[in-house]
């Protein structure tokens, strides 16, 4: 049974830093591609970044240079270090494992990964 757990998340005021963290269990492989997502309220889903399963790390043009993605094959996590933070961060964060081609690790839809977390809210003021 394969489930993601995510923390990290809180309220922080402009300017402020905030680390992200997603654990995933219960998946045998190392080798697979994973990314945050968030939603705003009254909002889609967007990508934040993701790492395909060669290690390719994308960010989305609004993150670039603030965020930092980092995944740990041997400890099955994947961090997102988010500086910098603006009211317009502030959106409930979803982490996803999986993705079924490496070409989806940015893609928001639900069918994009085969697992996604509960979300972390992320507030910012």
């Known amino acids: 049974h394969v489930q993601l757990v995510e923390s990290g998340g809180g309220s922080v005021q402009t300017g402020g830093s905030l680390t992200l963290s997603c654990t995933v269990s219960?998946?045998?492989?190392?080798?697979?591609?994973m990314g945050w997502f968030r939603q705003a309220p009254g909002k889609e889903r967007e990508a934040v970044a993701g790492?395909?399963?060669?290690?390719?790390?994308t960010y989305a043009d609004s993150v670039k240079g603030r965020f930092t993605l980092t995944k740990d094959n041997a400890k099955n996590t994947l961090d997102l270090q988010m500086n910098s933070l603006t009211p317009e961060d502030t959106a409930m964060y979803y982490c996803?494992?999986?993705?079924?081609?490496?070409?989806?690790?940015?893609?928001?839809?639900?069918?994009?990964?085969?697992?996604w977390g509960q979300g972390t809210q992320v507030t910012v003021s």
């Open positions: 790492i395909d399963s060669d290690g390719m790390i």
């Open positions: 219960g998946y045998t492989s190392s080798r697979y591609c």
């Open positions: 996803a494992a999986v993705c079924y081609s490496d070409y989806d690790a940015m893609d928001e839809h639900d069918y994009s990964y085969s697992y």
